[in-house]
């Protein structure tokens, strides 16, 4: 499955921005989905993850509460939707896909998108 993501920029600390990544090839409901993030200088790491029947969802605990993560397979897409943002949540945000299970780490994922800048000014 070949994955593209988008929707990313820079926005004000308190603002909110949605990405999308859409999928390509292989049945996109087949996959447990999730998304990553890496700023300059540390790993990639967790920010949410959804079941393949949009049901189980799992979210990094710096980011409960503030980001949403959903799906629709009949357009086979995934998005963020990243509420009240802060600058440490700066990063450029990954999708990847995982016949695994979604907390799994990255290691367990599969396939992975190119990455959107996320830049959040203070």
């Known amino acids: 499955v070949q994955l593209q993501a988008s929707g990313g920029g820079l926005v004000q600390a308190g603002g909110s921005l949605r990405l999308s990544c859409a999928a390509s090839?292989?049945?996109?409901?087949?996959?447990?989905m999730g998304w990553f993030r890496q700023a300059p200088g540390k790993e990639r790491e967790f920010v949410a993850g959804i079941s393949r029947e949009n049901v189980y969802k799992r979210y990094a605990d710096s980011v409960k509460g503030r980001f949403t993560i959903s799906r629709d397979n009949a357009k086979n897409t995934v998005y963020l939707r990243m509420n009240s943002l802060l600058p440490e949540d700066t990063a450029n945000y990954y999708c990847?896909?995982?016949?695994?299970?979604?907390?799994?780490?990255?290691?367990?994922?599969?396939?992975w998108g190119q990455g959107t800048q996320v830049t959040v000014s203070s």
């Open positions: 990847a896909a995982t016949t695994g299970e979604i907390d799994g780490g990255i290691y367990s994922y599969d396939y």
């Open positions: 090839g292989r049945s996109f409901s087949r996959y447990r």
